[in-house]
């Protein structure tokens, strides 16, 4: 009996099937042009829009010169007592976002200070010390010769301004009201990076990138940064949300974010003084999220001899549910003191 030997040739149904290496970076490759046109698409768009806003739309306010750029300022009365106020961290629009205060404060005369890096002032800026910023807010109020002693209102991180400018120029102060104002010794004090004083201000155009690319235009047209109540007209909504488009991760503001523990730090042990009427309006909200809340303000104030707590239903942007409530208080509030003020 023979063998015989057969030689099988391979087919290509019986090879094992090869992986197609080439598709998924095909596919990965047609994904990254697509986005790259997506943003490309938005950024053109977002900076064609940009440029079409800030040319129709009316800018708010006065602009004060001083020795470091220009600084917007909207006076509200022209008399009563004088109120000053101060808007908390990346606020777009401090002259726009107090406004249902300033309406509920009609017998006072009201300045909103717009720092370096909000509203319509100059958004670069010195290195965003407390220093700094106490410097220039009385350069301003200086130049616009506001005459002592005023009333300092300061929403959130604008606590700390409050704080520092009441203990240098005591006698230009004649209370100060805080809402939901942040305590240099309470928990979010801790937060933020320390950019040494002595480190000039950086160029921080990396923080500006969502807003060039479109993504915070996209974001407030789904809500970001909307003013909760019914106490705008449309017309300040619309205006606040191009203003946050515009101003968003602007050098000053980024300056002053990075700065926080720096500029909480030097104020830890800081305290007002205690001849000095002091009312804070603490946000229920806030105080659901940070158990200390309350007791913090309540340490801070344990010195003054006349401060008052006032507790108010709503989120740490009182102002724009609360402000006929906090206009009334406020109004009592300086009566029962004696405040005298400058006219």
Known sequence: MSLRLVRRTSSASDQPPRRRRGRPLRLAGVAALSLAG????????????????????????????????????????????????????????????????????????????????????DMTARPRTIENITEELHEVLSTLGVRAPYTLIGHSIAGYSTLY??????????????????VPAGKSSSTGTTAPAERAAADYSWAHIPSTLGVVRWATALGYGEPGGDSFTPAEREHIRQMTSWNFGNQAVTDETLRMGENATKLRDVRYPGNLPVLDFLSRDTMQQQPDWYAAHERQLANVTHHELVVLEGDHYLHWTQSKAMAKTITEFLGRSGVKQGL
Not at 44 to 55: D, I
């Open 38 to 121: 997506l943003l490309l698409a938005s950024t053109s768009t977002n900076l064609l829009v940009e440029q079409v806003e800030k040319t129709n739309t009316v800018a708010y306010g006065q602009k004060v010169h001083i020795n470091e750029g220009i600084i917007n300022v909207t006076r509200t009365g022209d008399a009563g007592p004088t109120i000053v106020l101060l808007s908390g961290l990346g606020t777009p629009a401090p002259g726009l976002d107090f406004a249902p205060l300033i309406r509920e404060l009609g017998g006072y005369q009201v300045i909103a200070v717009e720092g370096f890096g909000y509203g319509y002032s």
């Open 165 to 182: 400018y009441a203990n240098k120029y005591p006698r230009e102060v004649s209370a100060v009201i805080g809402i939901d104002p942040t």
